[in-house]
């Protein structure tokens, strides 16, 4: 199992910055990647960021050159520093992992997440 633990999200104004941190712990190894998701009220859960275990980044369009993910592999943390927030990033924000089971599975693991609301 994997344990994820969120950390940073709250309140921000319009073009503010928060940093989102996720640690792991458990049985982190093979974990081929790591990234956050996002859900707000009545819609469905979007990938916002993914970083491998190759240091290759994927991002959303709309958060692209607003939103930066990082990886502290000494830490087993993950970082979203989110810049220039609008309040269309308003959601629950989730830490998502996904470890190689098999040649041909994967398994995901969710934290808990954490609010993010931007006012206008």
């Known amino acids: 199992q994997v344990q994820l633990v969120e950390s940073g999200g709250g309140l921000v104004q319009s073009g503010g910055s928060l940093r989102l941190s996720c640690a792991a712990s458990g049985s982190i190894f093979s974990i081929y990647a790591m990234g956050w998701y996002r859900q707000a009220p009545g819609k469905q859960r979007e990938l916002v960021a993914l970083?491998?275990?190759?240091?290759?980044?994927n991002y959303t369009d709309s958060v692209k050159g607003r939103f930066t993910i990082s990886r502290e592999a000494a830490k087993n943390t993950v970082y979203l520093q989110m810049n220039s927030l609008k309040p269309e990033d308003t959601a629950v924000y989730y830490c998502n992992a996904q470890k190689v089971i098999t040649l041909t599975t994967m398994k995901d693991y969710w934290g808990q997440g954490t609010q993010v609301t931007v006012s206008s």
């Open positions: 970083i491998t275990n190759s240091m290759t980044k």
